[in-house]
Nanobody, 124 residues
Framework: QVQLVESGGGLVQPGGSLRLSCAVS????????IAWVRQAPGKEREEVSC???????YYTGSVKGRFTISRDNAKNTVYLQMNSLTPEDPAVYSC??????????????????WGQGTQVTVSS
């Protein structure tokens, strides 16, 4: 079993930054890949970024160069640093843990454990 709790969401102006945290607990969680996904009202869930147990990373095209995913196994935390936020970024951001292949790191069918999510709002 793996438990995940997100934090760090909030209101930010366009062009601003937020850092989301995903606190992870459970046996051998460091062997799991962690994904950040988001879902805005009326839109489908979108895989934002994923990081493997060996620090391979993936980013969806719309966030490349703006978002950075990282993991600190000593602190049991995975971060999503989000810079240059735009009005297209607001959503509920959730983290998930799973055991996908590196070649399909963001295959959500391989993610078994989910957090509750944290709201990100971008508005002036």
């Amino acid at each position: 079993q793996v438990q995940l709790v997100e934090s760090g969401g909030g209101l930010v102006q366009p062009g601003g930054s937020l850092r989301l945290s995903c606190a992870v607990s459970g046996d051998t969680w460091e062997y799991y890949a962690i994904a950040w996904v988001r879902q805005a009202p009326g839109k489908e869930r979108e895989e934002v970024s994923c990081i493997s147990s060996t620090d391979n990373t993936y980013y969806t095209g719309s966030v490349k160069g703006r978002f950075t995913i990282s993991r600190d196994n000593a602190k049991n935390t995975v971060y999503l640093q989000m810079n240059s936020l735009t009005p297209e970024d607001p959503a509920v951001y959730s983290c998930a843990a799973g055991r996908p292949t590196v070649q399909a790191m963001c295959a959500m069918t391989k993610y078994d454990y989910w957090g509750q999510g944290t709201q990100v709002t971008v508005s002036s």
